[in-house]
């Protein structure tokens, strides 16, 4: 019986492919939070961090030593694009699917945030830039704050436990 569910399954999804669908949540599910772009903002900020503190240990580095650099600057590049993307789909989700017009109304700088922030995650993840990461966690930062203020939550900035050594925000 159960292989004439799977082959009737497979026929059918020859004669009907389906497509993969993936949504954060057009329902809506009203299940938001501001923490994932924050935490990837602070890996984008560690992932600048740690590319720009690589060093060769001579003037005249050898091939392997120029190898293993070379790899090093490619998988924490790879991290930094791939989390300031996080950052952009976290906040695009914010702004479609939680901000409503009232919002807009009561935080008039909420719109002009949310572009720089996409702006700026673009800029991280063209550059090696320490001054653009830095700044895209604090946008990300205030659109956290502007988020549990419409919640009538008291947003605070607390020391984060990540190797950044910034802030985290959350909320009272």
Same mark, same amino acid.
Request: glycine share 0%; net charge neutral.
């Given at each position: 019986?159960?292989?004439?569910k799977?082959?009737l399954l497979?026929?059918?999804s020859?004669?009907?492919p389906?497509k993969? !669908?993936?949504a954060h949540?057009?329902?809506p599910?009203g299940?938001?939070?501001?923490? @994932? !772009? %924050?935490? !990837?903002a602070?890996t984008?900020i ?5 590319i @720009?503190?690589l060093?060769t *240990?001579?003037? +005249?580095?050898?091939f392997?030593e120029?190898?293993k650099?070379? *790899? ?8 930094k694009e +791939?989390h300031a ?11 479609g699917?939680y901000f409503k +017009? +009232?919002?807009?109304? %009561?935080y008039?700088?909420?719109? @002009?945030l949310?572009?720089?922030?996409m702006?700026?995650? *673009?800029k !991280?993840? %063209?550059?090696i830039?320490t001054?653009?990461?830095?700044e895209?966690l604090?946008?990300?930062?205030k659109?956290a704050?502007?988020?549990f203020k ?23």
């Open positions: 019986m159960f292989m004439i799977n082959n497979f026929v059918i020859r004669i009907l389906t993969i !669908a993936y949540c057009d329902i599910c299940i938001y939070d501001p923490h @994932n !772009a %924050q935490l !990837a602070h984008v560690r992932m600048t961090s740690l @720009n503190d060093k *240990s001579k003037p +005249e580095p050898s392997e120029r190898k650099i070379i *790899s090093q600057v490619s998988r924490l590049t790879m991290v +791939e993307e996080i950052v952009k789909h976290e906040v695009r989700i914010l702004w699917d +017009e +009232e919002h807009l109304k %009561q008039p700088s909420l719109h @002009n949310v572009f720089k922030t702006k700026l995650a *673009s !991280a993840r %063209q550059e830039n001054d653009a990461a830095s895209l604090e946008t990300v930062q659109i704050e502007i988020f419409t919640k009538n939550l008291t947003p605070i900035r607390v020391k984060s436990p990540y190797p950044t050594g910034l802030e985290i925000v959350l909320h009272k």
